[in-house]
């Protein structure tokens, strides 16, 4: 069974970088197409940006795109999420997933419920 443990979460300031990881284990990294996603309290999962088996394709939601990378090391089994001049609308949880059905990425971030595998999320706080 794949496992998924997000790292890099914290507070930062308005205008700040932060970057988190997403560490995998227990099954072939190669395998998955990789996600993150974030849940603030009282809003829908919004789907930020996902990235494929060898990290050649991606794909941003609309409020990551301009702001945020999305890149993964196969060598090292972890996917990475580079935020950059960060908003207080960014607070939230975030999550990393991986998923290793043949899907494209826009149906991968579009349809989240779906993903088989989630990690337990990093708390983001974005505050002066």
């Known amino acids: 069974q794949l496992q998924l443990v997000e790292s890099g979460g914290g507070l930062v300031q308005p205008g700040g970088s932060l970057r988190l990881s997403c560490a995998a284990s227990g099954d072939r990294f190669g395998d998955y197409a990789m996600g993150w996603f974030r849940q603030a309290p009282g809003k829908e999962r919004e789907g930020i940006s996902c990235?494929?088996?060898?990290?050649?394709?991606?794909s941003y939601g609309d409020s990551a795109k301009g702001r945020f990378t999305i890149s993964r090391d196969n060598d090292k089994n972890t996917v990475y999420l580079q935020m950059n001049s960060l908003k207080p609308g960014d607070t939230a949880v975030y999550y990393c997933?991986?998923?290793?059905?043949?899907?494209?990425?826009?149906?991968?971030?579009?349809?989240?419920?779906?993903?088989?595998?989630w990690g337990k999320g990093t708390l983001v706080t974005v505050s002066s």
């Open positions: 990235i494929g088996r060898i990290g050649t394709r991606t």
């Open positions: 997933a991986a998923d290793d059905r043949f899907i494209s990425l826009q149906t991968m971030c579009g349809r989240s419920s779906d993903i088989p595998y």
